[in-house]
């Protein structure tokens, strides 16, 4: 955990010094793997990820895969902080959502120091989330967003390493933002588009165009979070062995629905 608090202050100092001067895009994804890899290979030996029968995740390959994943979700976070409320509500919503799911499932969990932190990440993003709300007084930046992002990441893993989480289950909860993120930018990559430069095509961003404001946006993923995503979490621990049949189940809806939106709120490129 006090590794984990330290590297999330670096990740914080460089979103912050690119807010002030944006850093060159290596820089910043330089900084996100290897703090990503230092998370990793400190937390020591992690469970083995077995996505479908007689695949098993393992050992160096695993290892590889996280650290990637970790930069990845931290970037994703960031993009998807465009709109009034959107990232504090995600931080929110993930957190708790973790703590109460894990507390269902195995109760002896609200004895540990990691969960009392989990609870109070949510804790802290809701405080911020109630001057966010649309509209705004108050703004993440790149320093609150890449930080929020590597702390929740850190935290998934630690939680995972502890046993009282699960790699499916986290996925799960990310949904919302997963979707969004890799569907725009696997759209952009076909269409032969700059995918990594500024772009207003996020599925959110086309529903704020759509509704006007922001809080009809905010509110639906909230719905969705909800409704959608946090009963199949919940399942996914609650019966392990259909841990990424219930994965599947939330992820599918959701990549669906992003593709009949893509064309809500125009085209703008």
Not at 19 to 31: A, I, K, M, Q, S
Not at 147 to 157: D, M, N
Not at 238 to 249: E, N, V
Not at 258 to 265: D, I, M
Request: charged content about 10%; overall charge positive.
């Amino acid at each position: 955990m006090a590794i984990a608090i330290a590297l999330s202050v670096l990740i914080a100092i460089i979103g912050l010094l690119d807010d002030l001067w944006e850093l060159p895009r290596r820089v910043r994804l330089l900084g996100h793997l290897v703090f990503s890899a230092i998370l990793i290979l400190t937390t020591g030996d992690l469970p083995v990820m077995e996505p479908v029968p007689s695949v098993s995740i393992a050992g160096p390959a695993l290892v590889i895969l996280l650290v990637f994943l970790g930069a990845w979700w931290i970037n994703v976070f960031n993009f998807m902080d465009g709109i009034d409320g959107l990232a504090a509500s995600q931080g929110v919503f993930m957190a708790v959502g973790a703590c109460i799911i894990a507390a269902l499932v195995r109760p002896e969990v609200v004895d540990s120091s990691l969960w009392v932190w989990l609870l109070c990440i949510g804790a802290a993003a809701a405080g911020f989330l109630l001057l966010n709300w649309p509209p705004a007084k108050i703004f993440m930046g790149d320093a609150g967003s890449t930080f929020l992002g590597y702390v929740v990441f850190a935290v998934a893993i630690l939680s995972i390493k502890a046993g009282w989480m699960s790699y499916a289950a986290w996925a799960i909860l990310a949904a919302l933002f997963i979707v969004d993120t890799s569907t725009t930018l696997i759209r952009r990559m076909v269409r032969r588009e700059r995918f990594l430069s500024a772009h207003r095509q996020h599925i959110y961003q086309r529903l704020s165009r759509h509704y006007g404001r922001h809080q009809p946006v905010t509110l639906l993923f909230w719905g969705a979070n909800l409704v959608w995503v946090a009963p199949l979490a919940w399942l996914s621990m609650r019966y392990p062995a259909w841990q990424w049949g219930a994965t599947l189940a939330c992820y599918l809806p959701l990549i669906a629905l992003a593709l009949l939106l893509r064309r809500v709120g125009g085209d703008d490129r």
